[in-house]
């Protein structure tokens, strides 16, 4: 059912929750996971993967960190780290990974913040054929 299933994450507390229910559903559904983070501050958006900064340094540490995490139980996963905007990424790794299912925390904003903010999932979701799982972090 789910052979690829693309795992966003951000670096925040809110990726416990979807961490947690992947591991369920790719049990599951026997699937492989592609762990993506994708690394928007100054430096990864001017150099893409050429840029050096604490925080891409510290974003492969967790996603290594999160995909050890998944390979100890059984779960095959891979990390990947992209850089730039982040719904434009994930849209790009879709494709590119042809995932059969995104699977995304939202931080539950409302209206206004949704509109200020920019809603990474929203776009996400209106901007590709694969199902998307949303799951609020609490």
Known sequence: MYETILVTLDGTPSDRAIIEHIKQLAKLAQSRLVLLHVADGWAARTYGPDAVSPEITEDTAYLEKV????????????????????????????????????????????????????????????????????????
């Open 67 to 138: 995909r050890a995490e998944f390979e100890s139980i059984g779960i095959p996963a891979q990390a990947e780290l992209a850089y730039g905007e982040p719904a434009e990424q994930i849209i790009k790794w879709v494709e590119q990974k042809r995932c059969d299912l995104v699977a995304m925390s939202t931080h539950g904003h409302r209206f206004l913040a949704d509109i200020f903010l920019g809603a990474t999932a929203t776009r996400v979701r209106h901007s590709i054929s694969a199902p998307v799982l949303l799951l609020r972090a609490k």
